[in-house]
């Protein structure tokens, strides 16, 4: 069932968005080789409940894994895909990490994903950057009433496959609001002019998973962190977008 939201609704998500992105742009500043990924935990947790939010993902279980998440953000390094858990592990030059924030702010959600480079690294780790932040864009453009679900998905697998990348079809974006997970699905494939009409008041979270391998993954025995089945990198970047009466508003970013 999709939940359509009111114009005041949105509002407050956006408040929920610009804190995500905040959180973001504090860890950019953080992220650097010799640091580990506990202490950005500890910095994200900081900056969100000095906001009276909550961590939308601490504690969550349910259809990804029964096993509630034990830290506020996902730390996830390389060849892994989404939901890595931050720990012990220490960040090196040339990395590429991946961090998805999510929070409750007065009853709704906000989730984004940036990926960051660590100190300098190489050519298919801009490449790959490059490549996931375009489909992210793409699909954002085709977040316009009018038009379809699938154009969203199709607009993510067209920029993924012209790079000679695979999409993850294990996981997917999904509608958001009071409920962190609302329907629709959002997969970053399928065909263009299908699935569901978009109309105002749709909010989506909508998350391109770039592989420079094949499109499998597989789940660590943390029961959390995917990573690729070849081990070979992957890249994700993330916004809540809702459609609203003026056009598409990006509510994870703070120059919208
Ligand atoms: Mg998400």
Known sequence: MIIYKSEDEIKTMR???????????KLEKAIKPGV????????AEDVIFSHNAKPA???????????????????????EVVHGIPGKRILKEGDLISIDVGVKLDGFFGDAARSFRVGAVNKKVDK?????????NDAIDKC????????ISHAIELRAK??????????????????????????????????LLLKR?????????????????????????????????????EDTVAITSEGSIILTRLDQ
């Open 15 to 25: 408040r929920a968005g610009e804190l995500v992105a905040n959180v973001l742009l």
């Open 36 to 43: 580990d990924t506990k202490f950005l935990d500890k910095i």
């Open 57 to 79: 993902f601490k504690g969550y279980s349910g259809r990804i894994s029964k096993v509630p998440f034990p830290r506020t953000i996902c730390t996830s390094i390389n060849e």
């Open 128 to 136: 790959i950057m490059q490549a996931t932040w375009g489909a992210l």
């Open 144 to 151: 316009v009433a009018g038009n379809r679900l699938g154009d």
């Open 162 to 195: 012209s790079n000679g990348y695979s999409v993850v079809e294990d996981f997917v974006g999904h509608g958001i609001g009071r409920n962190m997970h609302e329907d629709p699905q959002v997969l970053n494939y399928g065909p263009a002019n299908q699935g």
């Open 201 to 237: 008041g749709i909010v989506l979270a909508i998350e391109p998973m770039l592989n420079e391998g094949g499109s499998d993954v597989e789940v660590l025995e943390d029961s959390w962190t995917v990573v690729t089945r070849d081990r070979k990198i992957s890249c994700h970047f």
